[in-house]
C-alpha cells in the first residue's frame, strides 16, 4: 500500500508517495538521499538513526515515515550553517577529537544538542547517563564527553 | 621556520566531513539500476540440506534472481581462501575444509550463507527471503571447542573427523620441563578469554556493479585492506584478472578486525552484479553483524609459571585450545599461533617458554583477527599469571614484575621475536605516580566504611605490531606479503597528493600521514591530501590492521618523499646552477650549501612540470614517486596500565573509578589521534572484561548474545574517563620511530581489570567478564565459605 506524505526536512518542504511500511530513515536516506542518518542496528539501541522531529531527538530506524506527517524534521546535514560553518557542537567535537570513523557521529551530534538545550550545563555523569541510547565503538566516550560538556557550554554562552 | 608539524595535536582534516553528514559509507553508494540482495541464512548450527526450493521466492514481485550454491559451483566460483598456512607438530599442514560462499549440502553454524536472493527493492528482497524453502536434516551441533574434539563430538568437515584444524607448538619443551623440575615455586591458573563479537556501528557491506563495456568489475565494500580483498576475490575465488576489478573501500565505520576478510557476501554479490548485468548492493542488519561477522578470542587455556624463591621467573608452560568456528576465515590461523606464543614473554626474561596450541572447529561463526589479536589473550595469560605469581610469593605485584623486566636490548625472546627498544622501568614507574598506588591502601579502607570492595590490578603488556617483515611471515606461513606502497605526488603548483595502501577506518590517517608530508616538505597541511582505499588509484596496499599503518603505511610514504628530495636536489641543483653534491635539504626548502641560494619545494616542482630550464637529457619531468616498504622487524609498544575498580557487594556491580594508561608508542606524530585510540582500545578491553561475551546454547548452537541488549557493549556510562601518559623509546628499524598505537588498549586492559577484580574480591580467579551476576555470585559463594 502506497501512502502521501509530506513533512519539512532541514527548513525545505518535502512529500512523496512511499510504501506504507517505509521507515523515517529510509525515506530520508533513500528518497531524499541525505545520507548522514545512519542504520546502525535496526533496533532503536545504537541511535547512528537520530534525528530531531519537531525539536526532539528521535530514532528514524524506529518509526514510520508517515509518523512523521507534517512534522519538522532536522537531520545532521541541516545542522551547520548555511555557508558551511560548523555548529558550535560540531565545532567542539572536532576541537576534541570526538568522533574517529565517523559513523555514530550524526546521531551522537543530534543527540548532544537535545542535551545542551535540555540541561545546558550537564556534569559529567550526566553526559554520560544521557548517552545511553548512542553507542560508540571507536572513542571510548572520553573525547566525545569532553565535546558535549565544551560544546554546551559554547551554545549557552551564545545564547 | 615553521614549527615541526611532528608532536602536534591538529585538528582531523576528516571530521568537516563526518559532522556534517557527508561521509560517504558503503550503504551510502546508489548506483543507477541498483539492486538489492538479502541473504537466506541457516537457522540450524549443523544440518543436512535435503533441497531448496527457489519457486516461490521467484515469483514474487520485483524479485530478478535466487542463487545457490549450486549455482555457483556451476558456475565454478572458487571457496574463500585462508591466507596463512600453520604447519602442526606432527609436520603436516593444518585442515584446510572448504569454504563456500553459499553452502553446498550442509550448513555448520546459524547464519550460514544458504541463497541470496535480489530484488528491485530491498523490501521485496526481504519478503521474497522467507519464501525461499529450504529443507534441513538437522544434526547433533558442537560449540564449544574443548568439547569437539572428545571422541563421539559430532564431525564439521570430512577432512577432519575428530574437528581439529591443527596442533602446533612454540618453544624448548625440555628446556621447560627441566626448569620446571627444579622450581621453588609454580602457580598455574585455567582460563576462558571470553568470545567476543566485533560490533564496528557501521554493518557490513558491499555492493558490486559490472560494466559490460570493458568487462570490468566495481565492488564497494566496507574493508580495511581493499588490495587484499581483490586479490583474493579475484586470484582465488572468481578467477578475474585482478586489472578486471576495482575494489573501493570509501569511508569504513570502524574495523577492529573483522572488515579485513573476504567474506561470502562479497562474493556473492560481485559475481551477481555479472549475472544480472546490474549492480547489487547487500548491507548487513545488526542482526547479521552478530551471527556472520568474525568473530573473536574464545580460547581455553592453562598456564603454568615456575620461579625460583625470589619470584625470578625460570619458565612458562601454556596449553591453549583455540575455537576457529566452522571454517577457516581469512587470516583465522596465524592468529592463535604467530600472533598468540610469540608474544608469551611479555615484558619479562623468562628463559624458557614452551606453548601448545590445538585450533579446533566448531558449530559457530568463524573467529579470527578482533582488535589485539593473539596478542591481549597472551598478555591475559601472562599478566594473570604474573599478578597471582605475586600473591602466591606475597610479593608486591609491581615488585615481581620489576625483578623480571627486560632492560637490555635488542632482547631475543625464547618464543622468536626479537624486542629492538623499550623501558619497561620508565612506564610503569611512571603509571604508578600517575595512578597514586601510595594512597590506594587509604582508598580502599575508605570504600570499605562506604561497604564498597576495593581494589587494584596491574598490566605490563608488549606487543608485536607493524606486521611484518615479509620474508618472515613467509617462512611461518603467510600467503601474501606484508609489505605496504606509498606515492607522492608533487603537483605543478606546489600541493601534493599521497596515496596510501593503508586504510583509515577511523584512525585519521588523512590527517597523520598529510602531517609527516607536510613537515617534510614545509608545506601547510593544507596542501596535502591522503588517498586511500581504492585500488584503481593506489598503486597497491596491504591495508590496515594489527598497528601497522603508520609503521609501514607511514614508511613508505616517508621512502617515497625521500626519492622526491633526492629528485629535487637535481632539480634545484640544475636550477641554482651548483653541485647536487651541495644541495641541502631542509622541510621544503633545497639550499647551496653555504650560500644564500635557494629554491622552494614549489619551485622546484614547477620547474619539473615547466620543464623549460631543467636538465631534460639527464632526467625525467615530473615529480611523482612512489615506494615500497617492506619492515625489517616487528615494532614492540609496550605499556603499563594501572586499573581501580569499586564493587558494590550488594549487587556485584564492577565499576572503574580510576584507569590509568602509560603508553610507549615510540615518535608519536598527533598526540591528540593517539589518545582517542587508546580511549577506543581501553574501552573495549573494559569492554571484554566486564561485559561483552558471545555464548552459544551448547545444545542447539542457537546464538543466545545476538543483539545489543544481549551482548553488551560498553556504554558512555559504563567506562571512566582515563587518564593517559606516553614515555618514548623511539623504534629503531623505521625512520620515523614509530611503532602503532591502535591495539594497545584493547590487549592491556582486560588483565588490569581481572587482577583489580580478584584483588577486590580476594579471590584467585572469577571468569571473565565479570558481569555483575558472575561478581554477586562470587561474594556469595565467599559470605557461605567464611
Not at chain 2, 626448569?179 to 558490486?208: D, G, Q, S
Not at chain 2, 564492577?654 to 608519536?668: P, R, W
Amino acid at each position: 500500500m502506497a501512502v502521501k506524505i509530506s513533512m519539512t526536512v532541514n527548513g525545505k518542504p518535502v512529500s512523496a508517495e512511499v510504501e506504507a511500511r517505509t521507515l523515517l530513515v529510509t525515506f530520508i536516506r533513500e528518497n531524499l538521499r541525505l545520507t548522514g542518518t545512519h542504520v546502525g542496528c535496526d533496533t532503536a539501541q545504537c541511535g547512528a538513526c537520530t534525528v530531531h522531529m519537531n525539536g526532539k531527538a528521535v530514532k528514524a530506524c524506529s518509526m514510520l515515515a508517515m509518523q512523521a506527517e507534517g512534522a519538522q524534521i532536522l537531520t545532521i546535514e541541516g545542522v551547520a550553517k548555511a555557508d558551511g560553518t560548523l555548529h558550535p557542537m560540531q565545532a567542539a567535537f572536532k576541537e576534541h577529537h570526538g568522533l574517529q570513523c565517523g559513523f555514530c557521529t550524526p546521531g551522537m551530534v543530534m543527540s548532544a544538542l537535545e542535551l545542551a538545550k535540555n540541561k545546558p550545563g550537564a556534569s559529567e555523569q550526566e553526559v554520560r547517563e544521557s548517552l545511553d541510547g548512542n553507542l560508540c565503538r571507536c572513542t571510548g566516550y572520553h573525547n566525545i564527553v569532553k565535546a558535549i560538556m565544551a560544546g554546551s557550554k559554547t551554545m549557552a554562552a551564545s545564547k | 621556520m615553521a614549527t615541526s608539524l611532528i608532536g602536534a595535536r591538529v585538528e582531523r582534516k576528516e571530521d568537516y566531513r563526518f559532522l556534517t553528514g557527508a561521509g560517504q559509507y558503503t550503504d551510502d553508494v546508489a548506483l543507477p539500476r541498483q539492486t538489492y540482495a538479502v541473504f537466506v541464512r541457516s537457522p540450524h548450527a549443523h544440518a543436512k540440506i535435503r533441497s531448496i526450493k527457489k519457486d516461490a521466492a521467484l515469483k514474487a514481485p520485483g524479485v530478478l534472481a535466487v542463487y545457490t550454491g549450486e549455482d555457483l559451483a556451476a558456475a565454478k566460483v572458487g571457496g574463500l581462501p585462508c591466507g596463512w598456512l600453520i604447519t602442526g607438530t606432527d609436520g603436516q599442514p593444518m585442515k584446510e575444509p572448504p569454504h563456500p560462499p553459499l553452502a553446498q549440502g550442509k550448513v555448520r553454524y546459524v547464519g550460514d550463507h544458504v541463497a541470496v536472493v535480489i530484488a528491485e527493492s530491498l523490501s521485496a528482497a526481504r519478503d521474497a527471503a522467507d519464501l525461499v524453502q529450504v529443507d534441513y536434516e538437522p544434526l547433533p551441533a558442537v560449540v564449544d571447542a574443548s568439547k569437539a574434539t572428545q571422541k563421539g563430538a559430532p564431525a564439521l568437515h570430512d577432512i577432519a573427523p575428530d574437528n581439529k584444524c591443527y596442533t602446533w607448538a612454540l618453544g624448548d619443551k625440555a628446556a621447560v620441563d627441566a626448569a620446571f623440575a627444579k622450581a621453588a615455586h609454580v602457580t598455574k591458573l585455567e582460563f576462558i578469554n571470553n568470545r567476543l563479537i566485533p560490533n564496528a556501528i557501521e554493518p557490513r557491506a558491499a555492493n558490486a556493479t559490472y560494466s559490460r563495456a570493458d568487462d570490468s568489475y566495481t565492488l564497494y565494500v566496507a574493508s580495511q585492506n581493499p588490495h587484499v580483498e581483490r586479490l583474493l576475490l579475484t586470484a582465488f575465488v572468481l578467477g578475474l584478472p585482478e586489472h578486471k576489478v576495482r575494489v573501493v573501500a570509501p569511508d569504513v565505520g570502524g574495523g577492529f578486525g573483522s572488515k579485513i576478510y573476504l567474506y561470502a557476501e562479497d562474493v556473492a554479490v560481485t559475481w551477481a552484479s555479472r549475472q544480472l548485468g546490474r549492480p547489487v548492493k547487500w548491507t548487513a542488519e545488526r542482526s547479521e553483524s552478530f551471527v556472520s561477522d568474525a568473530h573473536g578470542r574464545d580460547h581455553h587455556t592453562v598456564a603454568q609459571m615456575a620461579m625460583d624463591k625470589d619470584g625470578k621467573f625460570l619458565a612458562m608452560r601454556v596449553h591453549t585450545t583455540a575455537n576457529l568456528g566452522a571454517y577457516l576465515s581469512t587470516f583465522a590461523s596465524c592468529i592463535p599461533t604467530i600472533l598468540y606464543a610469540t608474544l608469551l614473554a611479555g615484558q619479562y626474561t623468562t628463559p624458557a617458554i614452551y606453548c601448545e596450541v590445538t585450533a579446533v572447529f566448531t558449530n559457530t561463526a568463524p573467529v579470527d583477527a578482533y582488535r589485539g589479536a593473539g596478542r591481549p589473550e597472551a598478555t591475559y595469560v601472562v599478566e594473570r599469571l604474573v599478578e597471582t605469581a605475586a600473591r602466591d610469593m606475597k610479593l608486591d605485584p609491581a615488585e615481581i614484575r620489576r625483578r623480571n623486566f627486560i632492560r637490555t636490548f635488542p632482547y631475543q625472546t625464547p618464543v622468536a621475536l626479537m624486542y629492538d627498544t623499550g623501558n619497561y622501568d620508565a612506564t610503569l614507574d611512571a603509571a604508578m605516580k600517575m595512578a597514586d598506588v601510595a594512597g590506594f591502601p587509604k582508598r580502599k579502607e575508605e570504600a570499605a566504611k562506604r561497604g564498597k570492595l576495593r581494589g587494584l590490578g596491574y598490566t605490563c603488556y608488549i606487543e608485536a605490531c607493524g606486521i611484518a617483515p615479509s620474508n618472515i611471515a613467509g617462512a611461518l606461513g603467510a600467503r601474501a606479503g606484508l609489505f605496504e606502497a606509498g606515492e607522492v605526488r608533487m603537483h605543478p603548483t606546489g600541493s601534493v597528493t599521497v596515496f596510501t595502501g593503508s586504510h583509515s577506518h577511523g584512525q585519521g590517517h588523512e590527517t597523520t600521514f598529510a602531517q609527516v608530508v607536510a613537515d617534510r616538505l614545509g608545506l601547510p597541511i593544507e596542501s596535502v591530501d591522503i588517498v586511500h582505499g581504492d585500488t584503481s588509484k593506489i598503486l597497491f596496499g596491504m591495508g590496515t590492521y594489527g598497528s601497522r599503518s603508520i609503521a609501514v603505511g607511514g614508511t613508505a610514504i616517508v621512502k617515497a618523499l625521500d626519492k622526491i628530495v633526492a629528485k629535487g636536489k637535481k632539480i634545484a641543483a640544475h636550477l641554482m646552477e651548483a653541485a647536487e653534491t651541495d644541495i641541502e635539504f631542509d622541510r621544503g626548502v633545497f639550499k647551496v650549501a653555504g650560500t644564500d641560494k635557494q629554491k622552494t619545494i614549489g619551485e622546484v616542482a614547477f620547474a619539473a612540470y615547466v620543464p623549460h630550464n631543467y636538465p631534460l637529457d639527464k632526467l625525467e619531468p615530473g615529480l611523482n614517486e612512489n615506494a615500497f616498504y617492506d619492515p625489517t622487524n616487528f615494532t614492540f609498544p609496550a605499556g603499563s596500565y594501572v586499573c581501580e575498580v569499586e564493587i558494590d557487594p550488594d549487587t556485584g556491580v564492577t565499576k572503574v573509578v580510576k584507569f590509568t594508561a602509560v603508553d610507549d608508542f615510540g615518535k608519536i606524530i598527533n598526540p591528540m589521534i593517539v589518545e582517542g585510540q587508546v580511549h577506543g582500545g581501553l574501552t573495549q578491553g573494559i569492554g571484554q572484561a566486564l561485559t561483552e561475551n558471545c555464548r552459544y546454547d551448547p545444545e542447539t548452537g542457537q546464538l543466545l548474545s545476538g543483539s545489543f541488549t544481549d551482548y553488551c557493549i560498553p556504554r558512555a556510562d559504563d567506562v571512566p574517563s582515563y587518564d593517559l601518559d606516553t614515555r618514548e623509546t623511539p623504534c629503531t628499524h623505521n625512520p620515523l620511530g614509530v611503532k602503532g598505537c591502535g591495539e594497545a588498549g584493547a590487549i592491556g586492559a582486560p588483565a588490569a581489570v581481572m587482577n583489580a577484580i580478584t584483588d577486590a574480591l580476594g579471590v584467585r580467579d572469577l571468569p571473565m567478564p565479570a558481569t555483575a551476576e558472575t561478581v554477586w555470585k562470587v561474594i556469595r559463594a565467599n559470605r557461605k565459605a567464611a
